[in-house]
């Protein structure tokens, strides 16, 4: 029984104690059963406080740690640090969640959340009084990442991974790599083009030997955990064999029937069911769409490549960790948004790059010379009444530089910028200067009076009160309307269903916490990376891929995870063995053994992994799971009882 | 029920389980998706390892209801967690008629990683009934 327990209480900034009376709570506690000290602090994880920590362990010889901040998926490893630094065992400190299960969950009940945040700093009070030292225990994982999509943040963590000396397999549900990038052409800042940045990343992808790269595949089932997921991986065939003449397979496509829009090029043009979205792009083999193919056997006729035959596979793969590169969606606006699907000249920026990658020397669309162009900001992010509240972040910088590119590409361009207030925040502030030189005009309004486009004659207008001028009506007749939509999450979310991945807020794959562990989901073994987990540019993707990819081969390099040794332990005393505890075991980890005259049950510690599926089947009670005894739930219990 | 105290509704303890229900309830907190604060919780590895004596401990020793947030299909441990938390919940409840108490105050439901809002709902709703059975 511990005699010298100490206890911090976090403010967490404010995010505890504006809702919890953290002094409350540590002169509610200050006098509980073996606690030495109780302190509050503003915040618990900072340098200041785990030294301050340390040192009192050491100089007052603590025997137990209690910290009461945010929940144990984000600092509980941290804390344990903190008391292995001061020599204490990492199992001698008990985490209490006051923050998303206390201040937060109640910050509409103050007295209310105080009260319960007593209650719960005495349950860990109770619980660490009886925590014993313990040892992890060490399992083997596989040296393998699963990295799901090859955007250019999957692939530049397969390549990061590969380097590091894992095996990867690259899975991407397209036939080709790249994603939204190979969508993209020049790119800002650098000026290279999307698909260069893509022949780069395919080119050193394929040097690896290390990586295995399947197209047109899907996850779709696993088991097992951290170190050691099984997933069943769907390969749906390309129908064309490896080799195929360009002639060839250009007569197949001019034959082929089919034409279905292009969702390559957001569906400003048509494809044929047999496709490769342009000529060079990576993997260099097209694909017949089955989804839209007649099977009409044309294309059979004129390509000896094609072949129906091919059939799905499905794999089998190992892996100790899983990372998610699944990237975006662009937001598609609604039918009459800003006159989008009503008026025939409303794109959004997305088709916009597409348009402007087909026009040579005049911008043309829908067989009109474009000269005056307006934008509107800030469609489908920052909204007021939908569901999008967050800034897409990348649009502003990513039009303002197009605008800038069409101003030099074609002669006679104007452009108006209706926007409300320009972040081109960082290096790209320069674009937003420039584009101001160049003599595009800015407009602004504020949340509560958006434009408003609409039709007269032949003309189409765009209407603001712009708070630049003094909220003065101004009208645009404009050529093309571009409306500069934003991020969503990948309407397919087939994959974070599967794996059971938390999405936050914005619906995006939610990280564990946005500075400290930001590549982490509460899945274990399960990272996130580029805009799967909410809206980021192309260098911001790439850092998190970076980080993504050390954090999951931190998890894989040892071929060793040290889990918890919160494994079944028997009472040999009371056990009077009936085999129960065998029966409900998923991994027979019990043994009958004769021990001092006496049939008992063992606990093979190595197998067993701590569920403690076997605690209620006992008719003798005589099975605990160490940390987690009858003694520990239920002096928490009476903890957590206010007049106990 | 406890009474003079700031919260004097009916007192909810959780078991939840470490990987799958603590992410939904963390997350129900993130979100502010407010319940009641006389829900307490204490973390397991898995719903099917609750013992019934301590599920008639906390009833016993004052709270009012005691829900199993379990893990249902997505047990990491396995596809029995199910059924073996099932048989826990009707052996408990055999229990606590043999004791003279309501089995409704004893309750589960699966909630998965992101099931933060049928948390919350479920726990508003078991907490409404423990007030109204309490009162009648």
């Not at chain 2, 099932?86 to 606590?96: A, K, L, N, P, R």
Request: proline share 4%.
């Amino acid at each position: 029984m511990k005699k010298k327990i100490g206890v911090y209480i976090c403010h967490c900034g404010g995010n505890i104690s504006d809702y919890v009376d953290v002094e409350k709570v540590r002169e509610a506690v200050k006098n509980e059963e073996g606690v030495f000290l109780a302190k509050t602090t503003m915040f618990a994880c900072a340098d200041s406080n785990q030294k301050e920590m340390v040192e009192d362990i050491r100089k007052e010889a603590l025997d137990g740690v209690v910290v009461a901040s945010c929940s144990p998926k984000l600092h509980l490893l941290t804390f344990r640090g903190v008391v292995e630094r001061a020599g204490m065992n990492k199992y001698n400190y008990v985490h209490a969640n006051i923050r998303e299960q206390v201040s937060w969950a109640h910050s509409d009940n103050k007295p209310g959340a105080t009260e319960k945040a007593i209650q719960v700093v005495k349950a860990a009070i109770a619980k660490v009084r009886h925590a014993e030292a313990l040892e992890p225990i060490k399992v083997k994982s596989t040296k393998a990442v699963a990295v799901i999509g090859a955007g250019v943040a999957g692939m530049r963590a397969a390549i990061e991974l590969a380097e590091a000396g894992a095996e990867v397999y690259l899975i991407e549900r397209e036939y080709f790599v790249g994603g939204r990038t190979a969508q993209w052409d020049d790119l800002c800042i650098t000026e290279e083009t999307g698909k260069e940045l893509v022949t780069r990343l395919y080119d050193e992808v394929m040097k690896h030997k290390h990586v295995t790269l399947f197209t047109g595949a899907e996850l779709v089932d696993y088991s097992g955990s951290v170190g050691n997921f099984n997933l069943k991986v769907k390969v749906t065939p390309r129908y064309f064999k490896l080799q195929c003449s360009s002639d060839e397979l250009q007569k197949a496509i001019e034959v082929c029937p089919v034409e279905v829009p292009d969702e390559f090029n957001f569906n400003i043009t048509t494809r044929k069911a047999i496709y490769h979205n342009y000529p060079s792009e990576y993997p260099q083999l097209p694909a017949i769409d089955m989804k839209n193919c007649t099977r009409c056997g044309e294309c059979e006729k004129v390509c000896s490549s094609v072949d129906f035959s091919q059939k799905t596979e499905m794999l089998n793969l190992k892996v100790g960790s899983i990372l998610l590169a699944t990237g975006f969606d662009p937001y598609e606006p609604k039918k009459g948004e800003f006159g989008y699907g009503e008026i025939d000249n409303v794109v959004t920026f997305p088709q916009f790059k597409r348009i402007v990658h087909y026009c040579d020397d005049k911008l043309m669309y829908k067989g009109k010379e474009i000269k005056h162009i307006a934008y509107i900001y800030c469609v489908g992010s920052r909204q007021v009444d939908g569901e999008n509240k967050y800034c897409s972040r990348y649009c502003c910088t990513a039009n303002i530089h197009t605008a800038i590119t069409v101003k030099k590409k074609y002669k006679n361009i104007y452009n108006y910028h209706f926007n409300r207030g320009i972040r081109t925040y960082g290096k790209a502030e320069v674009w937003y200067d420039e584009s101001s030189r160049l003599g595009d005009i800015y407009l602004q309004s504020f949340e509560d009076h958006p434009p408003v486009v609409e039709k007269r004659g032949d003309q189409t207008f765009v209407k603001i009160r712009d708070i630049l001028t003094t909220d003065k009506e101004l009208e645009v007749a404009a050529d093309l309307v571009v409306l500069v939509t934003g991020m969503v999450p990948r309407a397919d979310n087939s994959i974070g269903n599967l794996l059971k991945v938390p999405k936050g807020r914005d619906k995006f794959f939610n990280e564990i916490h946005m500075k400290l562990r930001p590549v982490e989901t509460v899945i274990d073994g399960v990272t996130i990376a580029g805009a799967s987990q909410g809206p980021k540019n192309i260098m911001e993707s790439m850092n998190s891929a970076l980080a993504a990819a050390t954090k999951s081969f931190s998890l894989v390099d040892s071929g060793e995870l040290a889990l918890e040794p919160t494994v079944a332990r028997v009472n040999e005393e009371a056990c009077e063995w009936c085999g129960k505890c065998e029966e409900a075991c998923p991994y027979s980890a019990f043994e009958k053994v004769e021990k001092n005259g006496k049939t008992i049950a063992k606990v093979n510690a190595a197998v067993c992994k701590g569920c403690g599926m076997c605690l209620p089947v006992c008719p003798e009670n005589a099975l605990d799971l160490i940390g987690l005894s009858d003694e520990d739930v239920e002096s928490m219990i009476d903890a957590l009882i206010p007049n106990a | 029920m406890a009474g003079g105290k700031v919260n004097d509704g009916p007192r909810i303890l959780v078991f939840s389980t470490d990987k799958i229900s603590d992410p939904a309830i963390d997350m129900a907190g993130l979100l502010k998706l407010h319940y009641p604060p006389t829900v307490y919780t204490i973390s397991i590895p898995c719903s099917s390892a609750v013992k019934p004596r301590w599920i008639l401990h906390a009833l016993e020793q004052g709270f009012d209801g005691v829900f199993i947030a379990a893990d249902g299909t997505d047990c990491p441990y396995g596809e029995s967690c199910t059924e073996k938390t099932g048989q826990v919940v009707s052996t408990t409840m055999q229990m606590m008629k043999d004791k003279g108490m309501d089995p409704a105050r004893l309750k589960m439901a699966a909630i998965c990683s992101v099931c933060s809002e049928p948390f919350v709902n479920h726990v508003k709703s078991f907490s409404e009934y423990l007030r109204k059975s309490s009162n009648s």
